[in-house]
């Protein structure tokens, strides 16, 4: 009986420690599990903060690259601009250069050209009526001595050349009075001289005693019956304003004369 108490006495007290001990081991686990929740909750927060972080980064990374892909979106079409304004500027200079060589070509072969026009002025005016002689003597010299220039261009050269023919040309159509100094009968003479176009070319001494007229055939000027005088005199004073225009007569070569 005794040994059968004591047998219980001892189970009751293992049992005992056993309880003491199971309840220690759950409160341990109890606080191991509570320490991991806490432990776990503040690295959550510190990820959770991290990940804020990163995210936020990320936010700012996306946006500089939509800032630099416009940027290259705009360099890329200023680019392909500037390629053809390239391509369009290489073809001006192709064409500049085929210029270039085209006038260096012209100049050598234009240079000849007014050199020829000059000549064949000059000898014009040599066979034309002997009128307003010294101007159109020094326009010649002006060219020739124009044409060794080397510091005006070959274009201007063309243009003054052009521009003596031009003169010339009215000659046909304007009337002129002037004073010069002719030879007649081989002595040197002042007269009044009358150009109506290159019609007729006729002159009167200042008193109006001599009149006469410029033959192209025979190269030289004749002495004119009376009958011209009035005319003569009417046609300066008309072509120097001083009374209305009318007819005139006039000596006029015939044609084949």
Same mark, same amino acid.
């Given at each position: 009986?005794?040994e ?68 290259v ?32 070509l ?21 066979l ?30 063309? &243009?003054? @050349?052009? =521009?003596?023919?031009?003169? !010339? ?6 009337? /002129?009075?002037?004073?010069? %100094? *002719? ?16 019609? &007729?070319? @006729?002159? =009167?001494?200042?008193?109006? !005693? ?6 192209? /055939?025979?190269?030289?000027? %004749? *002495? ?14 008309m ?19």
């Open positions: 009986m005794k059968h108490q004591i047998r219980r006495v001892l189970i009751a007290f293992a049992f005992g420690i056993m309880s003491m001990i199971g309840v220690n081991a759950f409160a341990q686990t109890l606080d191991e599990v509570l320490g991991v929740r806490t432990a776990t909750s503040v690295d959550g927060k510190k990820s959770q903060m991290k990940i804020d972080e990163l995210t936020d980064q990320t936010r700012d990374l996306l946006s500089q690259f939509k800032q630099v892909m416009k940027i979106d705009g360099l890329r079409v200023y680019n392909e601009q500037q390629e053809r304004l390239i391509r369009n500027q290489e073809a001006e200079m192709a064409e500049l250069n085929q210029s270039i060589d085209n006038v260096s012209v100049e050598r072969q234009i240079t000849p050209l007014i050199e020829r026009m000059i000549t064949n002025l000059e000898k014009y005016i040599e034309d009526m002997p009128f307003l002689m010294t101007e159109r003597q020094d326009r010649i010299a002006f060219l020739i001595d124009t044409l060794d220039r080397a510091d005006v261009a070959v274009s201007e050269k063309f &243009s003054q @050349v052009m =521009q003596a023919y031009q003169v !010339e040309n009215t000659y046909g159509s304007s009337i /002129d009075v002037y004073t010069d %100094v *002719i030879e007649l009968n081989g002595k040197p003479r002042q007269v009044d001289v009358l150009k109506m176009g290159r019609v &007729s070319l @006729v002159f =009167q001494s200042p008193d109006g !005693e001599i009149s006469g007229a410029w033959d192209n /055939d025979a190269r030289r000027w %004749v *002495i004119l019956e009376d009958k011209y005088r009035s005319g003569i005199r009417d046609g300066m004073r072509a120097r304003k001083t009374q209305t225009v009318g007819l005139v007569q006039l000596p006029v070569a015939a044609p084949g004369e």
